[in-house]
């Protein structure tokens, strides 16, 4: 039998005793984030995750606080008890990230591999706004979050936003501010279709499945004529939508009047009562 992991004694404590190494131990895998493998090492210590990190005596009761930040004397303690070395500990958290970088990574996790997850793992390219398929089984990613709705996404829906989603890593590692503002347009444009009352960021992190794989999606298709899409969308949306999509084109007035003559273009051609049936 293993001992399960205890908590430090009130004795342990004033003596400035170590935590006693765990009796097992467990290998970090590629790409595994910090919070995925402490639980994978208190699953096979017969312990929660809090039950694990009191024992190390680490000051949190939640992995994922360790994710993006971890000091050195947390990694030294981590690695004592699992037996490892503190560079690998410290290896399995994000490292530093550029300003877009880090708007484009959850805080805390939003989607998964249901495939890996049953694993026990948690890794980092789950948390990219831009990830859309596991890298190790090639399971498209869930949301973690939110009840499922039941309804079958179209495969061409899918396919759409599996392109957006490399266009968005594409720009991201690009550190393209311009390819980044079109695709954050195009995020606007259709969360003004959906009603979803957030910001653009939040809408690729959304935890309602629909929501992100059509702005994913929108991505993909405003690489071809996003002005006219814009204009489409211009005529459909509602009055918070439009301050939204000011706000997206407030430092181009004159896309944004291009669009708009667009708009005003198309509907004299087909007239306001097509436009609105098709809202």
């Known amino acids: 039998m293993v001992a399960p992991c205890e908590r430090p004694s009130p004795a342990r404590e004033v003596r400035g005793l170590k935590p006693r190494p765990l009796p097992k131990t467990v290998a970090p895998l590629p790409d595994e984030l910090l919070s995925g493998w402490l639980s994978r090492l208190a699953a096979a210590n017969y312990c929660d995750d ?6 190390i005596e680490i000051d949190t009761t939640h992995g994922t606080s360790l994710d993006f930040n971890i000091d050195a004397a947390a990694a030294y ?6 037996r490892t070395d503190p560079d690998i500990v410290q290896s399995l958290t994000f490292p530093i990230m550029t300003p877009l970088e880090t708007l484009l990574t959850a805080r805390v996790p939003f989607q998964s591999c249901q495939e890996c997850s049953r694993r026990g793992l948690s890794l980092k390219h789950w948390r990219r706004a831009w990830a859309f398929d596991c890298q190790v089984c090639g399971t498209r990613l869930v949301p973690t979050l939110g009840k499922p709705s039941g309804e079958q996404m179209p495969e061409k829906l899918i396919n759409r936003a599996r392109n957006g989603a490399a266009r968005l890593e594409y720009a991201a590692r690009l550190r393209s501010s311009k390819q980044l503002r079109r ?12 009603a979803f009352r957030r910001e653009p960021l939040s809408a690729l992190q959304s935890h309602r499945q629909e929501v992100r ?14 002005l006219v899409k814009a204009a489409i969308s211009n005529s459909r949306i509602d009055d918070y939508a439009r301050v939204a999509l000011l706000r997206a084109f407030e430092t181009e007035p004159r896309l944004l009047a291009a669009v708009d003559l667009i708009a005003q273009r198309r509907v004299r051609r087909i007239g306001p009562v097509a436009v609105e049936s098709h809202n």
Do not use: G, Q, Y
């Open 50 to 55: 809090a039950e694990l990190l009191a024992h």
């Open 77 to 82: 303690k981590i690695s004592d008890a699992a």
């Open 183 to 194: 695709a954050m347009r195009a995020v606007t444009f259709a969360m003004s279709l959906k």
């Open 213 to 226: 794989l059509f702005c994913l999606a929108a991505i993909d298709a405003a690489r071809s004529r996003p």
